[in-house]
């Protein structure tokens, strides 16, 4: 998982003609491949996450995931693999690169 944090200044968004500076947005980018449910829990986790991190009113986060090709992605200079086939893939990796990717897997996974 990857984040960029970007600070938006309070009056450069706003909704329905009015500013929109108590809210707190997410949008992500995903491989396509996952089932609408699995979709649907990643975005109300992500909005969990905001509520207990920031403390704010689950009406103040709004999260959006779009869902791409994994031939749209490319990550350590390779397209990335469907769904479920991450480790495949990990294991077509130059070795110290391979190995490096294997730990953070382990770690991610528990």
């Not at 491989?31 to 996450?49: A, K, M, N, P």
Request: aromatic residues 8%.
């Amino acid at each position: 998982m990857q984040c960029i944090f970007q600070d938006i200044a309070a009056a450069s968004h706003y909704i329905g003609g009015e500013a929109a500076s108590d809210s707190v947005w997410v949008y992500g980018h995903i491989r396509d491949g996952r089932e609408e449910e699995v979709r649907e829990q990643i975005l109300i986790r992500i909005s969990e996450l905001l509520v207990d991190i920031l403390q704010i009113d689950p009406s103040q986060t709004w999260a959006y995931i779009n869902p791409l090709a994994n031939t749209d992605m490319v990550e350590f200079g390779r397209t990335l693999p469907l769904p479920g086939a991450e480790l495949q893939w990990i294991e077509r990796m130059p070795a110290g690169l391979r190995e490096r990717l294997l730990e953070f897997n382990k770690n991610a996974t528990g």
